[in-house]
């Protein structure tokens, strides 16, 4: 038998490092199959490094051409994040500079934008979330903290707009002038706000997906189908390697969320480029046949899905798998006229 108190013993004799060592030895060699299991899956995956690379060099690039088209010095984003939790439970809310892109001989401000408590800057979010963070003179800002933090920096003019995702705000884009803004540059704000409004939405298109369809779908299942088992049928069945839709929607009303709306899924071959899925669980009968069988809770919640959506993609259409002239009864309504005026 192990004589543990003699090891304390020892062990409280011995150099604490020569302890770390013998500790990680021990780690190592009672977990060195799942070390290299977690290295395989989790640190070795290129594909994970590379999508996140290839993600973030075409928001660099998106910058860049912004930069250049407003003829500003600096392009950034800011996104939102939790901070600290608070004792009640809530989170304080932080906001971080992500990325940023500078003209030479401007200097890059991200790396001090980092974790700053929102609340610090409340009236400038809420400012650049109405729409109205087009200053062409920073002294026209009446906020004391704001204007001080905005020439500490060096800017004299800015513009700055939110991003909104699945109907809630994700970052703040924007643009700074350092340099004495040109002729062409302060046309550009005394012919509306609207101008650099579009020339932001014209660059979010590259970073994010263009939406050209909202397409409804049913699971083609009996309505007390599990959101588990759709899944397996996915992925041991059909061996696809995306989920069927970005949101599905269970007998309860509940909504499901499979994939952000950046990600493409399975939902119709052929247009899933341009497209975001919507599915409720059901769409058959006993015998299989083809049959409505949506619940007074999966209608309500279809239909603040799709009105949440067109906020986001106000000239997506909105219509059903079968309206794309395939051989399918999917999603067993008329979904194209029942969501005609939204």
Known sequence: M????????????????IVLLLFLGFVINIFSSEIKRILDIKLLNNDIVVNSLDNDILIENALYELMKETKADRAYIFRFHNGVTYYTGSHKSKMSCDYEVVEKGISSEAQRLQDIPTGLFANWIKRVIQYKMFVINIKD?????????????????????????????????????????????????????FIEI????????????????????CTASQPNATKQAILNYWK?????????????????????????????TNGVKGFNSTSIHFSYIGGIDAKGN????????????????????????PNAIVQGHKDFGVKKACPSFEAKQEYKNI
Request: hydrophobic share 40%; no cysteine; net charge positive.
């Open 290 to 313: 083809p049959k409505d069988t949506r619940t007074p809770k999966q209608k309500e919640s279809l239909l603040y899905l799709i009105k949440q959506a067109k906020k986001q993609f």
């Open 236 to 264: 041991d069945v059909l061996k696809w390697k995306s989920v069927g839709y970005h949101r599905l929607i269970d007998a309860n009303g509940i909504i499901h969320e499979l994939a952000n709306y950046e990600q493409i």
């Open 141 to 193: 800002i009446e906020d004391l903290r704001t204007r001080a933090n905005l020439e500490a920096q060096g800017i004299i003019g800015i513009a700055v707009l939110p991003y909104y995702r699945n109907g809630k705000i994700l970052a703040l884009i924007g643009v700074d002038f350092v340099r004495p803004l040109s002729k062409e540059a302060k046309e550009k704000y005394n012919n509306e706000s």
């Open 2 to 17: 192990i004589n543990y108190i003699k090891i304390l013993e020892l062990l409280n004799k011995t150099k604490w490092w």
């Open 198 to 217: 579009n020339l932001f939405k014209k660059k979010l298109i590259k970073i994010m997906r263009e939406i050209k369809y909202i397409v409804i779908h």
